[in-house]
């Protein structure tokens, strides 16, 4: 069974996937239902994600963390939005929209392998 944040990061793809063969004729409805379903895919990864940085730390670690973690967020942000633009200019909008569609397929990679909740032990010692 997949975890939250491989199912979520595999609609964001899905989602995604449209945008990559999208043309001048793609039905903008096609586009706005792929547009939320990636949306809620990003939305819904997000705290499994987060509860997998947290869950080895030390309570008096998790302020630093929650720092860092915020920092990352941000420049990958950054990062990410500026790369898209260099490859937009360079490429016009269909490489940056394959590019867009195989970062998020990454992501969805990465996300198979955090760790799953773990379940409490139901056999009595």
Known sequence: ????????MAAATAGTLPFAFATADTDPFLLGA????RGIGF????????????????????????????IVQRVG?????????????SGGFASALTWMFILT??????A?????RVRP?????
Do not use: K
Not at 77 to 89: D, H, N, R
Not at 105 to 110: E, I, K, R, V
Not at 121 to 125: C, F, G, L, R
């Open 112 to 116: 198979v392998f955090l760790p799953g």
């Open 105 to 110: 397929a990454t992501g969805l990679a990465m």
């Open 1 to 8: 069974m997949p975890t939250p944040a491989a199912a979520a």
């Open 43 to 70: 939305g819904v990864a997000g705290l499994p994600v987060s509860v997998a940085v947290y869950r080895t730390l030390h309570p008096a670690a998790i302020p630093h963390a929650t720092s860092a973690s915020t």
């Open 77 to 89: 942000a950054a990062t990410g939005t500026a790369l898209m633009a260099v490859i937009l200019q």
């Open 121 to 125: 032990s139901t056999a009595t010692p």
């Open 34 to 37: 792929a547009l939320l379903v």
